[in-house]
């Protein structure tokens, strides 16, 4: 329990003020609570007897009324008129600052969580869902954590303080009445610790299917045309029906748990009402308890229900809270790939000299290394090209130079300088990055170009769709960079995907280029062109490719073979072919694929 509220605990210090609101007024007016059944049972004691009674309360009351030249029935009437009143103001006071709490843990949780995630390497997003990941951040957050972070914590904080006054108070009436109508509350507390197991494997169970449903609707969303193309809508259905279905089951299983027990906190409590009314009304006929008393009393436990119902609501809702904190944590607990030093180093004029040494990479849970002992340099202007077979670690080496993945052994340096010394603001910045899959967002052509980048002018624009061959396609859509280009860009082409993402890394005018095998979807002709504009206007720039494309291997200054995790072969285009090793059978491979037209 106590991790769970350091977790919630580290955004409520970012709102002190209100956190002390909260606690400082939930007993000033549950105090004020109190009063009226007192108030009541004044009123009808002195109505019955035509004394005040005999409690400094009411002695009070009536004093203060005298000196206004009250009855001592108009100063009752008159004080429980000012003291609703001024509960009422107290309660909408701090009822808007803990509805305002609410939202803005929602906030805090969420946006806590995410910058939490887009901090982690590509291992995290093989192991976690984007289902699942979406339902953790939207109802894990929204519909069980948000609401029990504040009102759930500070109704249960407002019923014990209202129980124990009202204990206090009733024990003031009468010991052993009280002690009865607390009879109940040991049997509470055995069926709190009873349920807490069954409750948990509930909850964890329908997040899971929760999750499950998200992912089975994102994945089909995501492969729409897949989906089509096959003729699977009817499959799909299904499979979105058998996921709601146990969905459906989880929930009804969890709210049939929540149901019972939040009814026993409730009524098991009643009963306890029960022995009051018997037992106090006989005192009321034995004459050794007033009426007036008697309805105070009658009237507290009745009210006593409600703070009873929020304890074991809260007691529930904690467990199911608890269940999306440990969801929550999951993710934000899961080990960063790569991390900037405390104090990083400035990496100053960037001349673009890359040098892997002994590189080796792997994932924790895989033996079988990814990269083994790479060593090779790249001279600042260079164009090298990057080949092997599927599988062989061309990415994962590329991945490396913008630092999206530490190696586990060995160093890569820029400009001799290990690039973990470096501030990912001083490194990335500097690298134009191009993945093997274009990566495009749900908005403008304009926007997916500047990514954020506020210091990207419209010439600047321009300059960049002109290199990469994009500019005459963005002047026949309709609203040229505005056009807005759907989701995953499917309103546009495979190429025109490829060169909008070229020119997202060209208009930082970066020092290092890298592309991972992003102009397979272009032609000869147009690719042709782009290399020429390239090199034209950014002679100095170093150039990593991960490319098949002999018109591209043809033009690099050298080309590194990739053989299972190792470099097997070093040299030019001419160079290797003459060797008749890998490379050469690579080459004739991709040759034969563009002659007939069909990848073998």
Known sequence: MREYAKYIWRYYRQHLSVFAILVVLTPVQAAIWVTFPLMIGFMIDYVSTQTVPNNAFAQWIATTGAGFGWTPVASFAIGFVVISFVAMLVYAYFQCWRAWMNQKLEWLFRQGAFAKIIEKGPDFFNKFRTGDIVTRLTDDVAEKLSWFACSGIFRFYEALIKVVFTIVVMTTIDPWLTLLAAGPLPLLIIIFFKSSTVLDKRYDLLQKKISHQSDVMESCFSGIRVVKAYAQELRQSAKYGDAAHERREAEISSVKATTVIESMYGYIWQFGMVLVILIGGMMVIDKTLTFGSMMS????????????????????????????????????????????????????????????????????????????????????????????????????????????????????????????????????????????????????????????????????????????????????????????????????????????????????????????????????????????????????????????????????????????????????????????????????RFQLEQAVGTPF
């Open 297 to 588: 009393f009658v009237y507290y436990v009745t009210t006593l229900v409600f703070p009873m119902f929020d304890v074991g609501q809260f007691l529930v809702k904690a467990r199911q809270s608890a269940v999306s904190i440990d969801r929550l944590r999951e993710l934000e607990d899961y080990p960063v790939a790569v991390s900037e030093k405390a104090s990083p180093e400035s990496n100053g004029d960037l001349h673009g000299r890359i040098r892997f040494e002994n590189v080796s990479f792997k994932f924790p849970e895989n033996e079988r290394a990814i990269l083994d002992e790479i060593s090779l340099a790249v001279n600042p202007g260079e164009t090298v090209a990057v080949v092997g077979k599927v599988g062989s670690g061309k990415s994962w080496l590329i991945n490396m130079i913008p630092r999206l993945v530490d190696p586990v052994s060995g160093a890569v340096s820029i400009d001799d300088k290990d690039l973990r010394h470096l501030s990912f603001a001083d490194l990335r910045p500097r690298i134009g990055y191009v993945p093997q899959e274009p990566v495009l967002f749900s908005d403008s052509i304009r926007s997916n170009i500047t990514m954020g980048r506020l210091e990207v002018n419209e010439e600047t624009i321009q300059w960049a769709t002109e290199i990469a061959q994009l500019k005459d396609d963005i002047a026949r859509f309709p609203k040229g960079l505005e056009t807005e280009i759907g989701t995953r860009g499917m309103s546009i082409s495979g190429g025109q995907k490829q060169r909008l993402s070229l020119a997202r890394a060209l208009v930082g005018k970066p020092r290092i280029l890298v592309l991972d095998d992003c102009t397979s979807a272009l032609d000869s002709r147009t690719e042709a062109a782009l290399w020429e504009r390239l090199h034209e206007v950014m002679p100095e720039m170093t150039a990593i490719i991960v490319t098949h494309r002999p018109d591209t291997l043809e033009r690099a200054d050298r080309i590194f073979v990739l053989e299972n995790g190792r470099i097997v072969e070093t040299g030019r285009h001419s160079e290797l072919l003459a060797q008749e090793g890998h490379y050469a059978s690579i080459y004739k």
